[in-house]
């Protein structure tokens, strides 16, 4: 596991030190970093919501595709469907104020090459579906961020389909459970190191960052959702369970919508 966290720490470190370079004071409007005001928390809200809703959308339309215990917790994601749009709301609003500038935008780990012992950043188109527009906007490098920690969960769902998961002696198990636990902790702290020494970054409200993380994680749970459903349905479990997994930790305590 040491190699793959030594990944996480210098990814993290390469991610945020592209950050803070992207978020420099500039003359150039294009790259210039900008405060998120009332107009960008609404957009969040708009595109955030908007992504959930057609990911509800999906599960119930095609519950079909689903497994009986993913059927069970995508009935669990759409009782609590009111009570994420409220959630989505709350989690803009957060991050009101915080520094927007240009990021990557379609970050994952299909998007770094490594060589050397280092981690290169490559691909910087964004989101192919969106309009270009939508693609050179800036927002918050959590979004990146969020990207890439949901890959991580990807690449361990794949590693399950492997045949070396069918391994009865537990020591597979064992590892990916500390492979879900610390890549995404090594990752994060790299990250925070990389983008702590700046100060624009260090007057950020750090709850503020938590709420953004947060959000951008349940908007690429959606989009994975959504993405899942038209090409690959025999991977929506794992996006599902990533929802899931999020709102019941954002929601606890919360009770389910009528």
Known sequence: LST???????????????????SQTTDDEAFAPVPADSAQVER???????????ACDNLKRHRELLGEAEQALAD????????LSTLVRRLC??????????????FHLGQTLVASGDVMIIDFEGEPSQPLAER???????????????????????????????SNDGAYATLATAFKERMPQTLLQAYSKATGAQGHWRSQ???????????F??????YEINYEVSN??????????GLTDLMDRLLSGDAADD
């Open 205 to 215: 409200d750090g709850a503020g960052h938590t709420a953004l993380l947060d959000l």
């Open 4 to 22: 793959f966290e030594r990944f996480a720490e210098i990814l993290g470190r390469r991610l945020g030190e592209m950050h803070v370079a992207l």
């Open 93 to 106: 609003e957060a991050g009101k104020g915080s520094l927007l500038h240009r990021i990557h935008g379609d």
């Open 217 to 222: 994680m349940l908007e690429k749970a959606a």
């Open 44 to 54: 969040w809200t708009k595109r955030v919501d908007g992504r959930i809703q057609a």
């Open 232 to 241: 690959r349905p025999d991977w929506l479990g794992v996006p599902l369970r």
């Open 136 to 166: 050179r906007a800036k927002d918050s490098g959590w979004r990146d961020v969020a990207g890439i920690l949901r890959s991580f969960d990807y690449a361990l769902a794949a590693a399950r389909r492997s045949p070396a998961a069918a």
């Open 76 to 83: 669990g994601v759409l009782q609590r469907r009111a009570a």
